[in-house]
């Protein structure tokens, strides 16, 4: 018989001398364990609420279900490397979660989230960088002086505010230099909350009861005295604080990390997201429709707009602009409509080029 017979003659084969240990397998250049898709279900993992993020190692605030609560560091497991882990993620951890010194447990998993506020380094990026996750609040920081405030500033975090489906507030700081209300009047018509400080007077007390039971995400212009203001609201925080260039008159960058931290009170407690101060804010995430939502004065007027109107200036029959020209919105409806249209043309199509 010949040496290609298969049946199961052994006499055959052991005639050519041929055994099991003449079978030749080619080894895994990978490694000595073959690849698989299947992943660990993760049975035993814990879930926590990522505090904050320092060169690839996550704090992790666990709460077991029994009124204690300790802080874990944590590394992003393998599998999400291709996905971020941002502050206020809530994950799933695995490994040793006892939270003591050198440990390090491993995130497995990443939660739902119900918001994501995102910004980018302009508006014809289409990266977009996460700032925080599940946050429902956004505190945004203002000084009436010392630098000057800008209004297209505050109308850019209004628009991603809107665009995340964040509640948004303001705290206007410096009241002692001068006078915000001018200021103030271009965002008259968006009910928007708003705390004036000073030196010798910040208003812990109202702006502790806005926070309790949200997750605030505090944003702002660099030196306007967001980490100062956070340093007030929780005592030992000792966010780093900077002064305003005398030269530029430019607030110098402080806070170079973004950070959760509990605010305590006596009706409970809420959780501040401190986030390093910007002097810009791009908006290269955001469409087009989701602009108008944070004008909410405007908006209602746009509704006897016709159909497809971009509500800029050269707009045929655009309800807000003859609203504007007959006085109906009011002193500060002018600048709210130039603020307005000068983000809608940022996304506003070349000449030439169909709409998306």
């Not at 305003?244 to 509990?262: D, E, I, K, P, Q």
Request: with cysteine; net charge negative; charged share 30%.
């Amino acid at each position: 018989m010949s040496w290609w017979d298969t049946d199961d003659d052994d006499e055959d084969d052991d005639a050519f001398g041929y055994d099991e240990a003449d079978v030749r397998v080619r080894p895994n250049p990978r490694g000595s364990r073959p690849r698989t898709k299947v992943r660990p279900e993760h049975a035993d993992a814990v879930t926590g609420t990522v505090l904050g993020v320092d060169r690839g190692r996550y704090s992790v605030l666990l709460d077991d279900g029994l009124d204690t609560e300790r802080e874990v560091t944590a590394a992003r497991a393998r599998e999400l490397r291709r996905k971020s882990v941002v502050t206020g993620d809530h994950v799933d951890l695995v490994g040793d979660v006892s939270g003591e010194p050198g440990t390090l447990a491993r995130i497995v998993r990443i939660g739902e989230r119900s918001t994501l506020l995102r910004r980018s380094a302009d508006d014809t990026d289409e990266v977009e960088r996460v700032i925080v996750a599940n946050a429902d609040q956004m505190l945004i920081v203002i000084a009436a002086a010392d630098p000057e405030p800008r209004t297209r500033l505050v109308d850019r975090y209004l628009v991603a505010a809107y665009d995340a489906g964040i509640e948004p507030l303001v705290c206007i700081t410096k009241t002692d230099l001068a006078d915000p209300g001018t200021f103030l009047e271009n965002f008259a018509g968006l009910d928007l909350p708003v705390f004036r400080s000073a030196p010798d007077h910040i208003p812990l007390d109202e702006i502790t009861a806005a926070l309790v039971g949200h997750r605030t995400v505090f944003v702002g212009h660099s030196g306007v005295g967001k980490s100062t203001l956070v340093n007030a609201l929780v005592p030992g925080a000792d966010r780093a604080t900077g002064d305003v260039n005398a030269v530029t008159g430019r607030g110098r960058h402080t806070s170079s990390s973004t950070v959760s931290l509990r605010v305590e009170s006596p009706d409970g407690h809420g959780w501040v997201i401190d986030t390093p101060g910007v002097r810009s804010f791009g908006l290269g995430h955001v469409k087009p429709d989701s602009i108008l939502a944070a004008f909410s004065d405007l908006a209602v007027v746009a509704e006897r707009c016709p159909r497809g109107c971009t509500h800029l200036p050269d707009a045929p029959d655009c309800a807000i602009v003859e609203a504007v020209e007959a006085g109906e919105l009011g002193p500060t409806g002018r600048a709210r409509l130039d603020s307005l249209q000068r983000l809608l043309a940022t996304f506003a199509p070349a000449p030439g080029t169909a709409a998306d």
